[in-house]
């Protein structure tokens, strides 16, 4: 049974950090690309970040760039979203997924339950 874990999420006031986490199992977990989405109440999902399979390429959305860094480590089956400089309106649900291809991530094969990430002004 393949299990995406988020965690780490939680309130921060404007301009503070936080790191959430992604932890798999159940799957080859470098033969995934990893992806962290966010939704906020009475929005659409917005994709934020993407990872390669080995960690070598990551690719952030404007609305996070230069705040956020993904990274990946293998050997812990694990994705890391460090966000920096947090804004109120990056309040939201955060998601990880998992795909076998970055086209994959149109339609992931897996998602994780979400964690609450609230950013105070």
């Known amino acids: 049974q393949v299990q995406l874990v988020e965690s780490g999420g939680g309130s921060v006031q404007a301009g503070g950090s936080l790191s959430v986490s992604c932890a798999a199992s159940g799957l080859t977990f470098s033969a995934y690309v990893i992806a962290w989405f966010r939704q906020a109440p009475g929005k659409e999902r917005e994709f934020v970040a993407r990872i390669s399979w080995n960690g070598g390429n990551t690719y952030v959305a404007d609305s996070a760039k230069g705040r956020f860094t993904i990274s990946r480590d293998n050997a812990k089956n694990t994705v890391y979203l460090q966000m920096n400089g947090l804004k109120p309106e990056d309040t939201a649900v955060y998601s990880c997924?998992?795909?076998?291809?970055?086209?994959?991530?149109?339609?992931?094969?897996?998602w994780g339950q979400g964690t609450q990430v609230t950013v105070s002004s």
């Open positions: 997924a998992a795909a076998r291809s970055y086209t994959g991530l149109k339609a992931p094969d897996y």
